[in-house]
């Protein structure tokens, strides 16, 4: 049996529509949501038949949540009712609504960037009774993502001890700044703030500047990517067990762990770190971006070997015979003589026409590019990395793509990121909820 198929046999539970069979099976029956794929399509998505109740918000939480919808699991998004998700409001730029008698500036590309394959219910678990639903959702999901500080949800009665009582086999993922333990537990943790405590921001910037921030907020996305690959573990670890668990989920122990070799560099020589080193490399030299006519261009001249090729490329062979840089460690040694060189030299032509020079030749070498020109690069377009999909209120809106590729399974963008409350009748309605039921909810402002 192939590890994917494996996979699906250990998370995936039977579909069971008759309440016959499910009475006399134990069976969960499943609601009209939980029914969107055909088997076709199931087939190829490795999380079909996952269930994912999201009460996260911003980026963190919403990245790991996606990356388990893109690859078939239902996501429900609990949001407030009024506000919703703080991202909703963070623009410009928005993607603005068709229908111009239409009030607001449209939907915040800040959380279309996050939210496509998800479904949105409006709801208030301030309410009594929008945690009774809470409750019920909780019974049919498999998975719940929050991020919350540690204990801010247990006076909801939406902590994993009461919700482990409710379904065992829930898998129940906290997200937060720096833990459900430890010193700085209580602290609020927005990705700046880890990236400076946790030492990425130290390391990051020109050699004689300051330090500065990355420019996404990298540690957010990076504990979404953990988590998610840790509610897929414990997607596993249920099939055999038959239990759900705690996964405690911190941006602060992600950003450690991405320090890597710079880490364990430290701790192995148990010296102070070298700082920060802008684009180039501490131990490699050439290894950084040069100024062109009209941009920047990047080398990576890591042995000897490319040494020479980019010599001969720039038009300079003497200085591969050159004493001052004849190894790596000679050049190291020269590190400001051979950058000034290089670069007085990639100054002389666009950086258009050094890709063209460059090309075939075995060195490694990158334009520098800003984001619409890496969106339009050729390569990126053939990879499939942009996507169109149409938006109920917004019409057509382009998308960043799922990034890994499968020889059988399909991930990718099949529903747009949902307007605020877009499912909140479907999802009630598929927990029997009746349609007075959700007008007197409504009316008492528990969902929207």
Same mark, same amino acid.
């Given at each position: 049996?192939?590890?994917?198929?494996?996979?699906?046999a250990?998370?995936?539970?039977?579909?069971?529509?008759?309440?016959?069979?499910?009475?006399?099976?134990?069976?969960?029956?499943? =609601?009209?949501?939980?029914?969107s794929?055909?088997?076709?399509?199931?087939?190829?998505?490795?999380?079909?038949?996952?269930?994912?109740?999201?009460?996260?918000?911003?980026?963190?939480?919403?990245?790991c949540?996606?990356?388990?919808?893109?690859?078939?699991?239902?996501?429900i998004?609990?949001?407030?009712?009024?506000?919703?998700?703080?991202?909703r409001a963070w623009?410009?730029?928005?993607?603005?609504?068709?229908?111009?008698?239409?009030q607001?500036?449209?939907?915040?590309?800040?959380?279309?960037?996050?939210?496509?394959?998800k479904?949105?219910?409006?709801?208030?678990?301030a309410?009594?009774?929008?945690?009774?639903?809470?409750?019920?959702?909780?019974?049919?999901?498999?998975?719940?993502?929050?991020?919350?500080?540690?204990?801010?949800?247990?006076?909801?009665?939406?902590?994993?001890?009461?919700?482990?009582a409710i379904?065992?086999?829930l898998?129940?993922?906290?997200?937060?700044?720096?833990?459900?333990?430890?010193?700085?537990?209580?602290? =609020?943790?927005?990705?700046?703030?880890v990236?400076?405590?946790?030492?990425?921001?130290?390391?990051?910037?020109a050699?004689?500047?300051?330090?500065?921030?990355?420019?996404?907020?990298?540690?957010?996305?990076?504990?979404?990517?953990?988590?998610?690959n840790?509610?897929?573990?414990?997607?596993?670890?249920?099939?055999?067990?038959?239990?759900g668990?705690h996964?405690? =989920?911190?941006?602060?122990?992600?950003?450690?762990?991405?320090?890597?070799?710079?880490?364990?560099?430290?701790?192995?020589?148990?010296k102070?770190?070298?700082?920060?080193?802008?684009?180039a490399?501490?131990?490699?030299?050439?290894?950084?971006?040069?100024?062109?006519?009209?941009?920047?261009?990047?080398?990576?001249?890591?042995?000897?070997?490319?040494?020479?090729?980019?010599?001969?490329?720039?038009?300079?062979?003497?200085?591969?015979?050159?004493?001052?840089?004849?190894?790596?460690?000679?050049?190291?040694?020269?590190?400001?003589?051979?950058?000034?060189?290089?670069?007085?030299?990639?100054?002389?032509?666009?950086?258009?026409?050094?890709?063209?020079?460059?090309?075939?030749?075995?060195?490694?070498?990158?334009?520098?590019?800003?984001?619409?020109?890496?969106?339009?690069?050729?390569?990126?377009?053939?990879?499939?990395?942009?996507?169109?999909?149409?938006?109920?209120?917004?019409?057509?809106?382009?998308?960043?793509?799922?990034?890994?590729?499968?020889?059988?399974?399909?991930?990718?963008?099949?529903?747009p990121?949902?307007?605020?409350?877009?499912?909140?009748?479907?999802?009630?309605?598929?927990?029997?909820?009746?349609?007075?039921?959700?007008?007197?909810?409504?009316?008492?402002?528990?969902?929207?």
């Amino acid at each position: 049996m192939s590890v994917a198929l494996k996979f699906q046999a250990l998370v995936r539970r039977p579909v069971v529509n008759s309440p016959t069979i499910a009475a006399a099976t134990g069976l969960r029956r499943t =609601a009209p949501w939980q029914r969107s794929y055909s088997s076709a399509v199931g087939d190829t998505l490795p999380l079909t038949g996952i269930k994912v109740l999201d009460m996260t918000r911003v980026l963190a939480g919403p990245y790991c949540t996606q990356i388990l919808g893109d690859l078939g699991a239902e996501i429900i998004k609990v949001e407030h009712p009024v506000r919703g998700d703080d991202t909703r409001a963070w623009g410009p730029p928005f993607a603005k609504y068709q229908d111009e008698s239409r009030q607001g500036p449209g939907e915040s590309a800040y959380y279309l960037a996050v939210n496509r394959n998800k479904k949105s219910i409006g709801l208030s678990f301030a309410h009594k009774s929008g945690v009774e639903i809470l409750h019920k959702l909780v019974k049919e999901c498999d998975v719940l993502v929050e991020n919350y500080l540690p204990g801010g949800l247990k006076k909801y009665n939406m902590d994993y001890e009461t919700l482990h009582a409710i379904n065992p086999k829930l898998i129940y993922a906290s997200i937060t700044g720096y833990g459900q333990t430890g010193p700085y537990s209580n602290r =609020a943790g927005y990705d700046v703030m880890v990236e400076a405590e946790m030492g990425l921001m130290h390391i990051t910037g020109a050699r004689d500047g300051a330090p500065v921030k990355v420019g996404v907020a990298v540690t957010d996305l990076t504990t979404g990517l953990y988590t998610s690959n840790a509610i897929m573990a414990a997607l596993i670890a249920r099939g055999r067990t038959g239990k759900g668990q705690h996964i405690d =989920a911190s941006l602060s122990d992600c950003q450690v762990a991405t320090l890597s070799n710079l880490a364990s560099s430290a701790l192995i020589s148990g010296k102070k770190d070298s700082g920060r080193w802008g684009t180039a490399h501490p131990s490699i030299v050439p290894y950084r971006s040069y100024k062109t006519r009209d941009g920047d261009i990047l080398f990576g001249g890591g042995n000897d070997k490319l040494f020479g090729v980019l010599c001969d490329r720039l038009g300079y062979p003497n200085w591969k015979t050159d004493a001052r840089f004849v190894t790596n460690s000679d050049r190291v040694k020269h590190r400001e003589e051979i950058d000034g060189l290089i670069e007085n030299t990639t100054k002389q032509k666009t950086t258009q026409e050094w890709l063209e020079v460059f090309e075939g030749s075995g060195m490694p070498y990158a334009a520098v590019n800003d984001i619409q020109g890496t969106l339009n690069h050729s390569h990126v377009q053939a990879r499939g990395m942009v996507t169109e999909v149409d938006h109920p209120d917004c019409g057509p809106i382009k998308l960043v793509n799922t990034p890994i590729k499968y020889s059988h399974a399909t991930p990718g963008v099949r529903t747009p990121p949902p307007t605020l409350g877009q499912h909140t009748d479907e999802i009630l309605g598929g927990i029997e909820y009746g349609k007075e039921d959700i007008a007197r909810f409504k009316q008492e402002g528990v969902v929207s």
